[in-house]
């Protein structure tokens, strides 16, 4: 979401949320050299997330601070999040794609309840329940 941001042309600057973003830069590299205190980092990373909702909404203006500052609170972001914590945007790709797996097995279970394959049936549904996805037989048997 951070990724699709782009700088919009500077207004008046805010000088308290320039001050805030710079604040929550240096706070996240401190806190990961101060022996990885990744607790502390996530709390500053939940915050910038904040921060960037309000920017996807409109709530605070892009143009309200810096090019530069702006810039460097999205690298900052991504380089925690992605690179340093291994936590990535789910990509939108591999979205459909599990969609599309689900659906295969939820027909596969159809086709093993229609040939009374109930042990089959049962083990789809069991493994599709595993991953959080809970299939409800109706009175059709659907």
Same mark, same amino acid.
């Given at each position: /979401?951070?990724?699709? %941001?782009?700088?919009?042309?500077?207004?008046?600057? =805010?000088?308290?949320?320039?001050?805030?973003?710079?604040? /929550?830069?240096?706070?996240?590299?401190?806190? /990961?050299? =101060?022996?990885?205190?990744?607790?502390?980092?996530?709390?500053?990373?939940?915050?910038?997330?904040?921060?960037?909702?309000?920017?996807?909404?409109?709530?605070?203006?892009?143009?309200?601070?810096?090019?530069?500052?702006?810039? =460097?609170?999205?690298?900052?972001?991504?380089?925690? /999040?992605?690179?340093?914590?291994?936590?990535?945007?789910?990509?939108?790709?591999?979205?459909? %794609?599990?969609?599309?797996?689900?659906?295969?097995?939820?027909?596969?279970?159809?086709?093993?309840? +229609?040939?009374?394959?109930?042990?089959?049936?049962?083990?789809?549904?069991?493994?599709?329940?595993?991953?959080? +996805?809970?299939?409800?037989?109706?009175?059709?048997?659907?």
């Amino acid at each position: /979401m951070l990724k699709k %941001l782009d700088y919009s042309s500077p207004s008046e600057e =805010d000088a308290e949320l320039s001050k805030e973003l710079t604040r /929550m830069i240096s706070e996240c590299y401190a806190n /990961m050299s =101060d022996d990885f205190n990744t607790a502390k980092t996530l709390a500053v990373l939940f915050e910038m997330s904040a921060k960037i909702n309000d920017f996807r909404s409109g709530n605070l203006s892009l143009g309200s601070v810096s090019e530069s500052i702006f810039k =460097d609170f999205k690298q900052t972001y991504i380089t925690f /999040m992605e690179n340093i914590l291994g936590i990535r945007e789910e990509d939108e790709h591999n979205q459909q %794609l599990l969609d599309g797996v689900v659906k295969v097995l939820i027909e596969l279970r159809k086709k093993s309840r +229609v040939d009374k394959n109930f042990a089959l049936s049962d083990k789809i549904r069991d493994d599709l329940k595993a991953i959080g +996805v809970q299939l409800m037989d109706g009175r059709m048997g659907r």
